[in-house]
DNA sequence: CTGAAAGCGCTTACAG
DNA sequence: CTGAAAGCGCTTACAG
């Protein structure tokens, strides 16, 4: 390997001068500066970045941590950090972690080891006092999942008015007997602790208001957060003595499988029962019928992300914010009525 | 920060024996390691990895580098993945290059600054010549998107055959007047420098041999790689004189976007036209219309990529290999004509 | 504008 | 089974 000592002998100039010439943390003549860089060019060396890292303290890597990438939504929110932080000039690396808390627990561990310099992450496994305690050794930001009193940098989801604006689309599109699938339950939602983090919880909350808001009737089903959880809890719908009239998901992965699962069984949308999700992936649009969804402000979002890690990174003792984005409720063929 | 030097004074042993407690390299007295461990755990110290990967000239990350995380295939590709090297032991990061030869050569770069072992690489920017120069600086696997002639190693998908195989299927369900969505033209394939890769080429060709063994009539149409441009190649097919009965996608999300494209001017699939696609990505299950499609052996190509990647960080100047894995065609509601 | 020395935190190689 | 010394390849801090 071509180490910075091989340019510098080559070049007839120090180390130091070599590296100053690449970095330019420190001024070099240009007569200087040019011969290091042809012999770099000319030797193909390439800056060892464990050593520069070791010395330095930081990587110039921010670490994006995902519960999965096989997911409509945090596939899309992978890709849009990765391209908002490499547009800020930082460099990106995804992690998996199966939405566990020992994969959160390994993001955290990597940035603390000096593997990145700060770390955003959609935490679901850790808990709040877990999630404070480590963002004091490491600069973090905490994506929408939790409800983290401000002791951490926070970009929070319209998780509850958004799944109220929903719910009231489909009580105002005459929906009378509304279904909720994600939620297990509609009681004592502030005493359940649902696996897939307290989005789904804060998005049950916001469906039951709107739910007494209309006075209509509701029921709930949970089965897991894919397509395949999505197809049973249609069938747990159509096991109801009477099919309910407007479902609202709590995702858009989830409404693509009761969809499906509906289909299965003859049952239409729009036709025979409206159907709305949450999140607004690229696919909802694309489906047929074509899924109504709540659209987060993930510009903002991503935006948003980028700012308060870079200021974490440059200032660790900041006062911490919390930040929820907008929303817009999109409304498409699921839940508009055709004419006969 | 707490360092191995720390740890050693706490527990009044040299640095040396820590080192070994940790790593296991050298035996350590069942009493020495029990010391150690337990001021490690006391005074939560963590490995420093780039002072490590510094001496040892290693790392223990494996770099998987994909065009973009925004796509059914590759964000699925990259899951399986991650999940592969995680049980093979292996640490991993995923990487975007925007299917742009910058973003490649980037990905090669951060493997031989030592910040990977090795490399898993979808690569379509970069020309086989390149890309055989770059593997001889760091072990790599590519996968599946060029024929690079067994000078590097690769696992590659059954794309010729798979598409042949689907466009057959298109035909023993009787379709006459055949369509392939992503190939700008039916001549002149071996010439045809696609932007998406070497394996678009591939598909075009599988399907014209199917085509001419058929005796049917076919077209081309091509809009680019994703669901917005499956919508375009079906306006382009709805723009000819007659629709075609038939349509091969050379990827799921083309198919998605043809879907989409035919019922906005209320054409149906099945009832009107049959469509395939290729990759049987999770979405192509819960469609409706559930898409059939070519399903290459992903479990195959994930393991190959890992033992070979393996061998090659183990032994640089072991033999290149090529491998390509198998297929099923997957006959799903898309093409099954419904009794009326 | 340029350089010699020291050290980041580990692990290798030598020694016992 | 354990340790003292050296060094991985950079950059910081001191000096001129």
Redesign the pocket.
């Known amino acids: 390997?071509v180490?910075?000592?091989d340019v510098a002998q080559e070049a007839g100039?120090?180390?130091?001068?070599v590296?100053?010439a690449?970095?330019g943390?420190?001024?070099?003549?240009a007569r200087?500066r040019q011969l290091v860089l042809e012999t770099v060019e000319r030797l193909g060396?390439q800056?060892?970045v464990a050593?520069?890292s070791?010395?330095?303290g930081r990587t110039g890597v921010v670490g994006i941590a995902v519960p999965t990438l096989d997911s409509h939504y945090y596939s899309q929110l992978g890709h849009r950090l990765v391209l908002a932080f490499s547009q800020a000039g930082l460099a990106t690396v995804v992690e998996e972690t199966h939405a566990s808390r020992e994969g959160e627990l390994a993001a955290f561990r990597d940035s603390r080891l000096n593997a990145y310099d700060g770390l955003v992450i959609a935490a679901l496994g850790l808990s709040e006092r877990e999630i404070n305690a480590l963002s004091r050794e490491v600069p973090v930001v905490v994506l929408g999942e939790q409800e983290l009193h401000q002791t951490v940098d926070h970009v929070s989801m319209p998780n509850l008015e958004g799944s109220e604006a929903a719910t009231r689309l489909l009580v105002s599109r005459g929906c009378r007997r509304l279904a909720i699938v994600g939620s297990p339950s509609l009681d004592d939602l502030a005493d359940f602790v649902v696996p897939e983090g307290a989005a789904f919880t804060l998005r049950a909350e916001g469906f039951l208001r709107a739910v007494r808001e209309g006075g209509v009737s509701a029921t709930a089903t949970h089965a897991g957060v894919t397509q395949a959880a999505g197809v049973r809890c249609a069938e747990n719908l159509l096991a109801l003595d009477e099919l309910p009239d407007g479902i609202f998901c709590v995702t858009d992965t989830l409404a693509f499988g009761v969809v499906r699962g509906l289909a299965d069984h003859g049952v239409r949308v729009p036709d025979d029962v409206l159907v709305i999700g949450f999140d607004d992936v690229e696919d909802a649009r694309y489906r047929v019928p074509s899924l109504s969804s709540v659209a987060p402000d993930l510009d903002h979002l991503v935006d948003e992300a980028v700012q308060l890690l870079q200021r974490r990174i440059a200032d660790p003792s900041a006062a911490p914010r919390d930040v929820t984005v907008g929303f817009t409720v999109v409304e498409r063929e699921s839940t508009t009525r055709r004419g006969r």
Do not use: E, G, I, K
């Open positions: 390997m180490t910075m000592r100039v120090s180390p130091m001068t590296s100053n690449l970095t943390r420190r001024p070099v003549s200087t060396y800056v060892n050593a520069r070791l010395r330095q």
